[in-house]
């Protein structure tokens, strides 16, 4: 557990009945109170916890408790957290608190043990059931070394990560290990000492826009919440760096912290020689106007494949994307530089829009006000049909035709199906969470396809090099008042993110509010592998389990090729990826069958 926590560890153990044990050990990252002091597992009272996150409004919650005769004995939030289910009960406690948290609660008095994990699933929380009991934890890995084994791979979950991809991956009650899950977003799992459990879900929200909200009420109010949100993810007693990039989501972050919270701004950008994807020039005008320093971190092809195996091994997994590579790399930067947090912007694009499928979503849904389509229609036609790329969103009327139809997400899959050795296909699904194709297309992308992919990775990420990743728009607030905005508001002049744009107009630099590009955070595999040479061919092509999954010659003939699609370059660095884990998980049962030999 060292790369989560470097900086002390602990232990506590309270019987809860006879036989039955509960056992909490904790590695901390010092964030708020630097003390050993604040040090875990920590006990008030009869109540004993050990925590992984932040409560941001600690210092608001501890005026408050305060206020009714509570004393401290440090600065922490986690005594804030304490003593707050010791005043409200744990319920209370977490419907004041805003953060992201993953944390056992012990109550010794009442002999219950309570796992939670916070509203959108920041900080994960891992669950293993055996035959001698619950294992939990913040990585698989922790599971396996507590239980002494690690369980079978989910073959079923690869091929769905193969030929699906990312998105389907959060669908569905599966993990890459067969009984191994993730305790879900928003719920809390209470373990009794006569051996029954309980779940329940702790925050219930809804997705109703107010029709009656103008457009300038919707940005004053984005606008307030968005500073509040930013200030609450400042506190710290470390440094924090800042992931910039040239789009509106991480400036919005950046520029507020500098301008409305005169903060110490450092930014981190990977620079890209792709010209799909880099972003210099908004990058530059970005760091000139708002006066703040900056780190341009340069991709490299050196160790990729050398790079990529402690990845997979740190993630449990196989590496998503190779965009999550690429962060890797930032975060890298970010540590060398001396940083133990980085802030992104993540969610900024399924809470007000951003995806190429939005725009498309966005015409369905004003198709009914005559004038409203027409000038929707005429900016799309400008502004986003000459850069789309998907060839489904490459049509205005997708949705307008065809509301069902979601085919451009799972895009190729019946190819990357044939080039398994058994085909696997599975329908697309979605949840639904509210009326309106557009808003409940971005609530599936923030509980289900995009947002729990984009956590786990960068959780992942920056623990490997002991970073808390820090997201100012998974904000509870934040999160209500965007749901609370008119879809008609959400794109404007063929512009996603309207709403946020004008939000944060005289914060973030103009160049950057008013330009329309979507670049997003990606590099493709030609700028890390090259695929022409022959070690490289070899490393790809060698004997490995992974050609019990995946057919040999369907990688050969991707290799070959001169050029890859954007799919086909995904599903190849998805192979690498599956291979190497697959490679890992044997390693690991076979070392674990050697000990049991000995």
């Known amino acids: ?27 901390r990252l010092s964030i708020i109170d630097l003390d050993p002091r604040a040090n875990q597992p920590m006990r008030r009272g009869h109540h004993v916890v050990a925590t992984n996150g932040e409560l941001y409004n600690y210092r608001e919650l501890r005026d408050t408790l305060r206020g009714a005769g509570a004393r401290f004995a440090t600065e922490s939030d986690t005594e804030v957290l304490l003593a707050g289910i010791e005043q409200w009960g744990l319920e209370k406690t977490l419907d004041r608190g805003e953060g992201m948290w993953a944390f056992a609660a012990l109550d010794e008095a009442s002999r219950t043990l309570t796992l939670v994990r916070d509203r959108f699933g920041e900080k994960p929380l891992y669950l293993m059931q055996t035959a001698s009991g619950l294992y939990f934890g913040s990585e698989p890995k922790f599971l396996f070394a507590l239980a002494g084994t690690t369980p079978p791979v989910n073959r079923n979950h690869l091929a769905r990560f193969l030929v699906n991809g990312y998105k389907a991956l959060h669908k569905v009650d599966e993990g890459f290990f067969d009984g191994v899950e993730e305790l879900p977003p928003g719920t809390a799992l209470t373990l009794r000492a006569d051996g029954s459990s309980e779940r329940t879900n702790y925050w219930s929200w809804s997705a109703v826009p107010d029709p009656a909200m103008g457009f300038d009420d919707a940005v004053a109010a984005t606008r307030e919440a968005l500073i509040e949100a930013v200030g609450l993810r400042l506190r710290a007693d470390v440094p924090l760096a800042f992931c910039l990039s040239g789009g509106v989501d991480s400036n919005a972050i950046v520029a507020i912290a500098r301008r409305e919270f005169d903060a110490d701004v450092h930014g981190f950008t990977i620079l890209n020689t ?47 994307t190779i965009s999550y590579y690429v962060h890797w790399l930032l975060m890298q930067a970010v540590a060398d530089a001396g940083y133990r947090i980085s802030l992104s ?84 699904s979605e949840t639904r969470y509210c009326d309106g194709l557009l808003r409940n297309r971005m609530m599936n992308e923030l509980f289900h396809e995009s947002v729990p992919v984009i956590l786990h990775e960068d959780d992942s990420n ?70 022409k040479d022959p070690d490289v061919r070899a490393q790809v092509l060698d004997d490995g389990p992974v050609f019990d999954l995946v057919r040999r010659d369907a990688v050969e003939a991707m290799l070959d090729k001169d050029s890859l699609a954007n799919s086909e370059s995904k599903f190849l660095f998805s192979f690498i990826c599956t291979r190497m884990f697959l490679e890992e998980a044997a390693q690991a049962m076979h070392g674990q069958a050697g000990e049991v030999a000995a």
């Open 1 to 27: 557990m060292v790369r989560r926590g470097p900086d002390a560890n602990g232990r506590h153990s309270f019987e809860l009945a006879p036989g039955n044990h509960a056992l909490l050990l904790h590695s």
């Open 274 to 320: 792709d010209a799909r994807y880099e972003e210099q020039e908004m990058v530059d005008a970005s760091v000139a106007e708002l006066g703040i320093r900056h780190t341009g971190v340069p991709l490299s092809t050196d160790g990729f494949l050398d790079n990529l195996r402690p990845l997979v091994r740190q993630h449990d997994a196989p590496v998503y």
């Open 345 to 428: 912007g993540t969610a900024a694009d399924e809470l007000f829009t951003g995806y190429y499928d939005h725009h498309n979503a966005y015409l369905y849904e004003v198709s009914d006000d005559t004038a409203l389509h027409a000038n929707a229609l005429a900016a799309w036609r400008e502004h986003v049909a000459p850069i789309v790329r998907n060839p489904h969103l490459q049509d205005p009327d997708l949705f307008v035709n065809d509301p069902a139809f979601r085919g451009h997400i799972y895009l190729n899959a019946d190819i990357f199906s044939d080039a398994l050795h058994t085909p696997w296909s599975e329908p697309f």
């Open 462 to 531: 920056a623990m490997y090099f002991s970073i808390e990743n820090r997201s100012p728009f998974l904000d509870r607030k934040l999160f209500e008042t965007a749901a609370n905005v008119p879809t008609r508001h959400l794109v404007r002049d063929g512009k996603a993110k309207s709403v946020l744009r004008e939000a944060i107009r005289g914060i973030a630099p103009d160049v950057i509010v008013d330009n329309r590009r979507k670049v997003g955070f990606n590099a493709p595999i030609g700028d890390l592998l090259d695929t």
